[in-house]
């Protein structure tokens, strides 16, 4: 069986969407979404931007640069 991906556990980014608006300072969050592995997972993330039905969270990755993602915002709720 061969191993998976290395991004297996990174959570899915949905879009590229229009209009972004920084969040300053980032807030924590819990996002419930799927990963590029075909999970659904719960994980506590940082909300840096948002975007109309859009939140762009940072997901905090072992041995690597944390990852950004677009998620739906019914997704993500505060932490």
């Not at 979404?33 to 072992?62: D, K, M, N, S």
Request: aromatic share 8%.
């Amino acid at each position: 069986m061969a191993a998976a991906p290395h991004y297996s556990g990174w959570l899915v980014t949905h879009a590229d969407p229009q209009g972004p608006a920084m969040l300053a300072p980032p807030r924590r969050a819990v996002v419930t979404t799927e990963t590029y592995g075909g999970h659904r997972i719960t994980v506590q993330a940082f909300a840096i931007a948002r975007a109309p039905g859009y939140v762009c969270v940072q997901q905090h990755l072992p041995g690597r640069s944390p990852w950004n993602a677009w998620v739906p915002e019914d997704r993500v709720r505060p932490a």
